[in-house]
């Protein structure tokens, strides 16, 4: 008997995404591709439109035009006939629960502790029972080196606990993808390598993954495809050894021969 070929194969599908605030076209027309179980770096300089792509596609911005897919489902609108409609408030915060976010800064509940971070949205709003989302909770805080903190609360912990708390949240989520923004932007150069360690286990273990990082080097070491951009539009894309050793536009050469 034949395996059936999965009519999906890719986690993100991005096509023709356009997005404005007021005058200023932040994206013009962005295409992404990412498949399922692999690594997809975006790199560029600030305000290349990095991370209001990625903010895309869980429809914390909405496009202007232009389709996101996040496991061949569309993200943020429903198609009746030939228009868009998008979505009431909780269908989108449904399907933002099976996308997983790290933010640079984050974002965790300073109320809560840690194990209550990680539990808070696979328990309201994914409706998972209690008792199995916490069990999942404790391994995957384990997992990540903080299962030591799960009573503390986030002012108790390092910057790099913090990060590892939040892709546990991540994780716990169950997601089709994670997207990482900058996640190790906002956190002291030592405290770098043991967040990078995370996420680079998380790559061995074929997580979907699309990460902006500045970190060239975690870049070419984890990706399966490396995604530059500038001036809102997709400049070079391809394997590491390709964009970052043999790029083929000028403006990629431009902006590696300042970062490398």
């Given at each position: 008997?034949?395996?059936?070929?999965?009519?999906?194969?890719?986690?993100?599908?991005?096509?023709?995404?356009?997005?404005?605030?007021?005058?200023?076209?932040?994206?013009?027309?962005?295409?992404?591709?990412?498949?399922?179980?692999?690594?997809?770096?975006?790199?560029?300089?600030?305000?290349?439109?990095?991370?209001?792509?990625?903010?895309?596609?869980?429809?914390?911005?909405?496009?202007?035009?232009?389709?996101?897919?996040?496991?061949?489902?569309?993200?943020?609108?429903?198609?009746?006939?030939?228009?868009?409609?998008?979505?009431?408030?909780?269908?989108?915060?449904?399907?933002?629960?099976?996308?997983?976010?790290?933010?640079?800064?984050?974002?965790?509940?300073?109320?809560?502790?840690?194990?209550?971070?990680?539990?808070?949205?696979?328990?309201?709003?994914?409706?998972?029972?209690?008792?199995?989302?916490?069990?999942?909770?404790?391994?995957?805080?384990?997992?990540?080196?903080?299962?030591?903190?799960?009573?503390?609360?986030?002012?108790?912990?390092?910057?790099?606990?913090?990060?590892?708390?939040?892709?546990?949240?991540?994780?716990?989520?169950?997601?089709?993808?994670?997207?990482?923004?900058?996640?190790?932007?906002?956190?002291?150069?030592?405290?770098?390598?043991?967040?990078?360690?995370?996420?680079?286990?998380?790559?061995?273990?074929?997580?979907?993954?699309?990460?902006?990082?500045?970190?060239?080097?975690?870049?070419?070491?984890?990706?399966?495809?490396?995604?530059?951009?500038?001036?809102?539009?997709?400049?070079?894309?391809g394997p590491p050894a390709q964009v970052l050793d043999r790029p083929t536009q000028e403006r990629t050469r431009a902006f590696l021969s300042k970062v490398l």
């Amino acid at each position: 008997m034949t395996t059936p070929v999965d009519p999906t194969p890719y986690a993100v599908d991005v096509r023709g995404v356009h997005k404005s605030f007021g005058s200023l076209e932040v994206l013009r027309g962005v295409d992404l591709k990412v498949r399922k179980g692999e690594v997809t770096v975006i790199l560029g300089p600030s305000g290349s439109g990095k991370s209001t792509l990625l903010r895309t596609l869980n429809h914390l911005e909405k496009v202007d035009r232009g389709t996101v897919r996040i496991d061949g489902e569309l993200v943020g609108y429903r198609r009746r006939g030939n228009k868009l409609h998008e979505m009431r408030e909780r269908d989108i915060l449904r399907q933002r629960s099976r996308i997983g976010f790290v933010f640079q800064s984050f974002n965790l509940f300073p109320h809560l502790t840690v194990l209550e971070n990680v539990i808070e949205a696979p328990i309201s709003a994914q409706r998972r029972d209690r008792a199995e989302v916490e069990t999942l909770a404790r391994e995957l805080l384990d997992r990540v080196g903080v299962g030591d903190k799960i009573h503390d609360y986030p002012k108790q912990l390092s910057g790099g606990q913090q990060q590892r708390v939040a892709i546990a949240r991540a994780l716990a989520l169950r997601p089709a993808v994670i997207l990482f923004d900058e996640p190790t932007s906002a956190l002291d150069p030592e405290l770098v390598g043991e967040v990078l360690e995370v996420i680079r286990d998380l790559a061995r273990d074929g997580a979907t993954l699309v990460i902006v990082t500045h970190e060239i080097g975690f870049a070419r070491e984890v990706a399966h495809t490396v995604v530059f951009m500038d001036g809102g539009v997709v400049v070079e894309q391809g394997p590491p050894a390709q964009v970052l050793d043999r790029p083929t536009q000028e403006r990629t050469r431009a902006f590696l021969s300042k970062v490398l």
